[in-house]
């Protein structure tokens, strides 16, 4: 008997989805490092992407790395956060890779190298606009490239990157591309020699693969939300893809409560139990769902989708989620199950959720 709510993924589709991309990124030479931290780092899910095509992990926890490497997973872990100085130790012992932008860390990086005799590869990231991590100043850029080449000898530079569109939402676009690529060039010119990744950014910059227009010389991304669920590229950038199945992963929760209620609260409105007074529409009376599924599990019932289409998500509390289904043709019971698509940030919450079981159909 299933337990409720959890994840189902369907590990047919998923595979599909992963592999269609990964052909795309190859036929355009553009290697892709898998990014886990979406799933909580789920082993099953990281040979997928690996047997898909992915050339290498990564994470921006060194936890899911770690784990990685115990399991002896054989390809190159990649850190895709900037490393805490406090995690530089565990960052040699268990990562290939790291994206950096701070002097400091880097040199921190080389200390804990020597201490273990060990090398490791960076790739400094450069700001082009988003304003996350990013180096800014050219000048800065040249000095971290020297020291790197001529001082912090356990490190090996392997490239160059950004990032795009997570915080600041600035696009991906073909000058921006440019823009990194005559960066990399003048660092190639430093050091005398190619560097093996100039890598342009993530899902964001699928478009430009899938449209043709990814310069030559981007030759890697870091893809994690398209390999798993692929929402944002039909919502965000306006890019359906026939080839890909839309039900790689859903969450599925139980009704706990059926009623007929009114719609809009009656009493002293306050706040609701995170500090927030919602806006709340006056419908009348209203056949109404409670399923046992909240704010614990999904973050936010605004990136979650019924099935149903008669299906309308009214809110949620820590462990509720009210739905209206006057309108369902479904004859719903106490008891039942519904089923919910997932935006990214509803994905990322329910796979940390340790309760949370994850079923493969």
């Known amino acids: 008997m299933n337990s409720y709510p959890h994840i189902s993924i369907n590990k047919k589709h998923l595979s599909h989805n992963m592999h269609e991309i990964l052909t795309r ?24 992407m690996l047997e898909s095509g992915c050339e290498s992990l990564g994470s921006s926890r060194i936890t899911h790395l770690k784990a990685l490497k115990r399991a ?25 890779v790291s994206l950096n932008s701070e002097e400091s860390v880097l040199e921190a990086i080389h200390t804990a190298c020597k201490m273990h005799k060990k090398n490791h590869q960076v ?8 304003l996350r991590e990013g180096i800014f100043d050219q000048v800065k850029l040249e000095e971290m490239v020297d020291k790197i080449e001529s001082q912090w000898t356990t490190l090996q530079l392997i490239g160059v990157g950004t990032n795009l569109g997570c915080y600041g939402s600035i696009r991906p676009t ?34 430009l693969i899938f ?18 669920i692929n929402k944002d590229l039909p919502l965000y950038h306006n890019m359906k893809l026939d080839t890909l199945y839309e039900d790689t992963m859903r969450i599925k929760a139980e009704i ?31 056949k109404r769902a409670i399923l ?38 479904e004859p719903y019971q106490v008891g039942d199950v519904m089923s919910f698509d997932m935006f990214y940030q509803a994905m990322l919450q329910a796979f940390l959720n340790q309760e949370m079981p994850i079923l493969f159909e």
């Open 256 to 286: 706990i409560e059926i009623k007929e209620k009114p719609t809009y609260p009656y009493g002293v409105i306050s706040v609701d139990a995170f500090g927030n007074t919602p806006v709340y529409e006056d419908r009348g009376i209203r």
């Open 123 to 130: 790739v400094l990231m450069i700001e082009m606009g988003d």
């Open 174 to 207: 073909v000058e921006k591309m440019h823009a990194l690529i005559e960066i990399a060039e003048k660092v190639e010119r430093q050091i005398g020699r190619k560097l093996k990744y100039i890598s342009g950014s993530a899902t964001s910059s699928l478009p």
């Open 25 to 48: 990124c190859t036929r355009s030479h553009v290697k892709v490092t898998g990014i886990i931290k979406g799933c909580n780092g789920h082993e099953e899910i990281a040979k997928l």
């Open 292 to 329: 046992a599924l909240g704010r614990q599990d999904i973050s936010d019932h605004e990136k979650l989708m019924p099935m149903d289409p008669e299906v309308f998500i009214y809110g949620s509390s820590s462990d509720h989620l009210i739905v209206d289904i006057t309108d369902s043709k």
């Open 72 to 96: 002896a997973f054989e390809c190159d872990t990649w850190l895709v956060r900037t490393p805490m100085i406090s995690e530089v130790n565990e960052l040699v012992k268990y990562v290939d």
């Open 211 to 228: 449209k043709d227009t990814m310069p030559e010389r981007i030759n890697h991304l870091r893809l994690g939300e398209s390999l798993l």
